[in-house]
T-cell receptor, first 113, second 114 residues
Framework: GENVEQHPSTLSVQEGDSAVIKCTYS??????FPWYKQELGKGPQLIID?????GEKKDQRIAVTLNKTAKHFSLHITETQPEDSAVYFC????????????FGQGTELSVKP | DAGITQSPRHKVTETGTPVTLRCHQT?????MYWYRQDPGHGLRLIHY???????DKGEVSDGYSVSRSKTEDFLLTLESATSSQTSVYFC?????????????FGEGSRLTVL
């Protein structure tokens, strides 16, 4: 079955710096890759996603890139702010099984003022 | 915020006792899911439902059962709780099962099995 590895597990940056979180997946049939942000005491919330027919997608300060050949995808956050501090999860799914996500282990991002 | 309510939010129980967690939604979404979250494992799918009385297993379904008798309610039952089932449980809903069908998560139910 699918396996998603996420790195790093913790990341600390200064406010205004960029943050990059990387994930690899094992199943070449996976074609949908969302990223979720989880704030303390809350459920995860979708922040951006990418499909396998697209190499990059941006939404304001966040962007996601996908390399299907290497089977890895990354989340980039620019101009980080303290409110970006949270746990971030990558995930993968395939076909019409968008809700049956395989999640990475999570990255705890800390943005220091 | 999506209208998802999980109950109870916190529960402490003893090994061997039955436990039922409830997820209630007001969005009339067809698809509902139960995930568990554990340190070092991210979130893992336990069971999901694609309609009333239609359910299927996820990747970590052993020891769990589910039922969905109404669109709005999805119950997760641990027939005989074990310490390995100590976890935070999240219910999620989606309107579609296809790509881009955003999952909306509840706020979680923290279960401790002593």
């Amino acid at each position: 079955g699918e396996n998603v590895e996420q790195h790093p597990s913790t990341l600390s940056v200064q406010e205004g710096d960029s943050a990059v979180i990387k994930c690899t997946y094992s199943d070449s049939a996976s074609n949908y890759f969302p990223w979720y942000k989880q704030e303390l005491g809350k459920g995860p919330q979708l922040i951006i996603d990418i499909r396998s027919n697209v190499g990059e997608k941006k939404d304001q300060r966040i962007a996601v890139t996908l390399n299907k050949t290497a089977k890895h995808f990354s989340l980039h956050i620019t101009e980080t702010q303290p409110e970006d501090s949270a746990v971030y999860f990558c995930a993968a799914s395939k076909g019409n099984q968008g809700g049956k996500l395989i999640f990475g282990q999570g990255t705890e991002l800390s943005v220091k003022p | 915020d999506a209208g998802i309510t999980q109950s109870p939010r916190h529960k402490v129980t003893e090994t061997g006792t039955p436990v039922t967690l409830r997820c209630h939604q007001t969005e009339n979404h067809r698809y509902m899911y139960w995930y568990r979250q554990d340190p070092g494992h991210g979130l893992r799918l336990i069971h999901y439902s694609y309609g009333v009385k239609d359910t299927d297993k996820g990747e970590v379904s052993d020891g769990y059962s589910v039922s969905r008798s109404k669109t709005e309610d999805f119950l997760l039952t641990l027939e005989s709780a074990t310490s390995s089932q100590t976890s935070v449980y999240f219910c999620a809903i989606s309107e579609t099962s296809g790509m881009g069908g955003e999952l909306f998560f509840g706020e979680g139910s923290r279960l401790t099995v002593l």
